[in-house]
Nanobody
Framework: QVQLVESGGGLVQAGGSLRLSCAAS????????MGWFRQAPGKEREFVAG????????YYTDSVKGRFSVSRNNAKNTVYLQMNSLKPEDTAVYYC?????????????????WGQGTQVTVSS
């Protein structure tokens, strides 16, 4: 059973930065496509960023392009989300996700495993 544990969330002022980490265990991390989703209060869960198994392919939702960066360290079974120039509208619970089939993408149904989420709050 794959387990994903996020960390690094918190409260930050607008314009600030946070780095989220997601540690994976129980599976073959280096073969998984990984991603990040988020859910703001009263809104549906939405795709934020994704990364292929080797780290060579990355993709983002338009609202975070140029501000967020996703990366991974397969030796440490960890995926990261560096978030810069944060805005109040980035406030949400952020979830780490894994696709054991290695496909990834922006669709929720592609992902087999989810972390418990970490809260990110950006104050204005």
């Amino acid at each position: 059973q794959v387990q994903l544990v996020e960390s690094g969330g918190g409260l930050v002022q607008a314009g600030g930065s946070l780095r989220l980490s997601c540690a994976a265990s129980g599976g073959t991390f280096s073969t998984y496509a990984m991603g990040w989703f988020r859910q703001a209060p009263g809104k549906e869960r939405e795709f934020v960023a994704g990364i292929g198994w080797s780290g060579g392919t990355v993709y983002y939702t338009d609202s975070v392009k140029g501000r967020f960066s996703v990366s991974r360290n397969n030796a440490k079974n960890t995926v990261y989300l560096q978030m810069n120039s944060l805005k109040p509208e980035d406030t949400a619970v952020y979830y780490c996700v894994a696709d054991a089939h290695g496909v990834g993408g922006a669709r929720i149904r592609n992902y087999d495993y989810w972390g418990q989420g970490t809260q990110v709050t950006v104050s204005s």
